[in-house]
């Protein structure tokens, strides 16, 4: 306050400092008796009374400017508390929206996990007791009812893997396989089963499988032929006349991955150029009606793009209308490894730990039609106590059983490895049917050595065996 004042009065000088010299020189003169005026200090008085005003004023002026000031700045801090109250509301409410999202994500996942489960575990058993059927020496009329039921089901494994797959696509959820399998078996089983569809529309069907392909690659066999049967199925709903025509060619060869196209040509109906963008959309397949009339599910097309993609590939098509299309996809896969490059299977006495008593029936006789010695176990926690009681060379483990899931005796039988200084662990492969995203590094992290998902056909066994023999060999040498 004191340096304001002072301010003021300076203010004050400096402004009127003109007048109030002449003014003082004037009354300082002393008057003729040697004597200064007493109008000197009636003078001095209204200055100093002029300064008090003009000290006053500034004051309250000041006092306005800072009263105006404080209101402003508690407007201020009031609005900056309300925009705080504002946020932290809007930071409670995201919070538990994210809460409700990952609960909800959560739910939605164990659905799929378990609806995926509960579908493909029969679908398992189905393709394990027609296995088991086409070996039988039936007679001729007994194969070809094994044929069509081989061909119904192959379609409706098709067809659900399809919604379950999307679903998981969607939700960033789905996971590839890597395993060993015969690429050239694979191909024909779809060329067997598509030249025969395509006999009942008097459609020729055309295959040309280049042989420069290694015979083994690693990588999702399902799902590889899952897009070819997707490309396969829409080029026999559409086409009415003509010709189907599979290719399959190496484009190019390094020392462990080889690249290579598929394309699915037909004399069909073509795709106008307008439609040809959206065409990997859910649900657009050009002509709507002809769709409706031809069936299927809408999802072809779509799961076969992400799929396209989730394996990092690439997928496009080439049409005219009226004179029919070419689809194709290019995916790089690893080089698998021949049965007979691995000597001295070590793999002979088998736990296999299934809670599904056709599942248990199928794999039994399968792998004991091998060879090798099987030992059951219902669940997780008789498995562990199997495991305490015998050596075994391998374990195929479900995930989802009662009294005690895969994961948990999968850990369980590490431990007490881990305990006993095991040198040699034994061999552990989940055998599941969620193929939720995350599952595999989870069985991995549990201490399992390799993951399958089912459908899977125990006549590829032994390719398998291979693939983790081979990594098992790898690991021993870098120790």
Not at 170 to 195: G, K, P, T, V
Not at 350 to 355: C, G, P, R, S, V
Request: charged letters at 25%; proline letters at 2%.
């Amino acid at each position: 306050m004191v340096n304001y004042l002072l301010s003021v009065v300076l203010t004050f000088l400096q402004t009127n400092a003109g007048w109030l010299n002449a003014l003082f020189i004037d009354l300082l003169q002393p008057s003729t008796n040697g004597l200064f005026s007493p109008l000197i200090f009636i003078v001095l008085l209204l200055v100093i009374a002029v300064l008090f005003a003009f000290i006053i004023k500034n004051v309250r002026q000041q006092g306005k400017q800072n009263r105006r000031l404080l209101h402003l700045l508690e407007d201020r801090h009031k609005l900056i508390d309300d925009h705080k109250i504002d946020l932290e509301k809007n930071l409670k409410t995201m919070t538990e929206l994210k809460e409700k999202a990952e609960i909800a994500n959560s739910v939605k996942t164990k659905f799929l996990a378990n609806i995926s489960h509960e579908i493909r575990t029969p679908l398992n058993g189905i393709v394990g007791l027609l296995a088991m059927a086409k070996k039988i020496n039936a007679p001729v009329e007994i194969q070809l009812i094994h044929s069509e039921i081989d061909m119904l089901n192959t379609k409706l494994i098709a067809m659900t893997n399809d919604m379950l797959d999307y679903a998981k696509l969607e939700c960033n959820m789905l996971q590839l396989d890597q395993l060993n399998f015969h690429f050239h078996n694979e191909l024909q089983e779809i060329i067997a089963s598509y030249r025969s569809l395509a006999k009942e529309k008097n459609l020729e069907f055309r295959s040309h499988v280049d042989e420069e392909i290694p015979i083994y690659l690693k990588g999702d066999a399902s799902r590889l032929k899952q897009i070819i049967n997707n490309l396969l199925s829409n080029a026999l709903k559409f086409t009415s006349s003509g010709y189907i025509n599979l290719k399959a060619e190496l484009i190019a060869e390094e020392r462990d991955l080889v690249h290579i196209k598929i394309a699915v040509a037909d004399s069909g109906n073509g795709i106008k150029k307008e439609d040809q963008d959206k065409i990997w959309e859910i649900f657009q397949l050009g002509d709507g009606s002809y769709t409706r009339n031809q069936g299927g599910s809408g999802l072809g097309l779509t799961i076969s793009h992400k799929l396209v993609e989730l394996m990092e590939g690439e997928i496009g098509l080439e049409s005219i209308e009226e004179q029919g299309s070419v689809f194709w996809f290019t995916l790089k896969l690893a080089k698998g490894i021949a049965p007979n490059l691995i000597e001295g299977n070590t793999i002979k006495h088998i736990l296999l730990a299934e809670d599904n008593l056709i599942n248990q029936k199928v794999s039994l006789q399968s792998l004991r039609g091998m060879g090798y010695s099987v030992d059951l176990a219902a669940n997780g926690k008789i498995a562990v106590e199997k495991f305490l009681e015998n050596d075994y060379d391998l374990i195929l483990m479900d995930i989802q059983m009662p009294e005690m899931d895969g994961i948990t005796a999968t850990k369980e039988i590490r431990e007490i490895e881990c305990e006993q200084s095991v040198e040699n662990p034994v061999l552990i492969i989940a055998i599941t049917a969620n193929s939720i995203k995350d599952d595999r590094q989870k069985c991995l992290e549990a201490g399992m050595n390799e993951y399958i998902s089912k459908p899977f056909n125990l006549d590829k066994f032994p390719l398998i065996v291979t693939q983790l023999l081979a990594q098992k060999a790898l690991l021993s040498s870098s120790k």
